[in-house]
Nanobody
Framework: QVQLVESGGGLVQAGGSLRLSCAAS????????MGWFRQAPGKEREFVAG????????SYADSVKGRFTISRDMAKNTVYLQMNSVIPEDTAVYCC????????????????WGQGTQVTVSS
């Protein structure tokens, strides 16, 4: 059974940093693309960052480019989202997701989802 479990969320002051983790289990993700999405109250879910599990080219939403970094530790089967210089607009529930094949910013293309972790940025 495939499982994606996020952790690392919490309360952080504006300008601070946070690192989210997504532990993957249940199958080999070597041919999968991984993505981070977020959803704020009253807003639609939006793409944050994406990468192949095996590495290579990454992609980011314009709103986080230069501040967030997606990475992975294949030995630990874990994908990370390093969040720097956070702003109150980054407040949301952050979820990781996995899909077969190429990277995508479209949530409906993803096959597996984690339960999410809350990030709250105070001003």
């Amino acid at each position: 059974q495939v499982q994606l479990v996020e952790s690392g969320g919490g309360l952080v002051q504006a300008g601070g940093s946070l690192r989210l983790s997504c532990a993957a289990s249940g199958r080999s993700f070597s041919t999968y693309a991984m993505g981070w999405f977020r959803q704020a109250p009253g807003k639609e879910r939006e793409f944050v960052a994406g990468s192949f599990w095996s590495g290579g080219v990454t992609s980011y939403a314009d709103s986080v480019k230069g501040r967030f970094t997606i990475s992975r530790d294949m030995a630990k089967n874990t994908v990370y989202l390093q969040m720097n210089s956070v702003i109150p607009e980054d407040t949301a529930v952050y979820c990781c997701a996995a899909k077969r094949g190429v990277r995508s910013s479209s949530a409906h293309e993803y096959d597996y989802w984690g339960q999410g972790t809350q990030v709250t940025v105070s001003s």
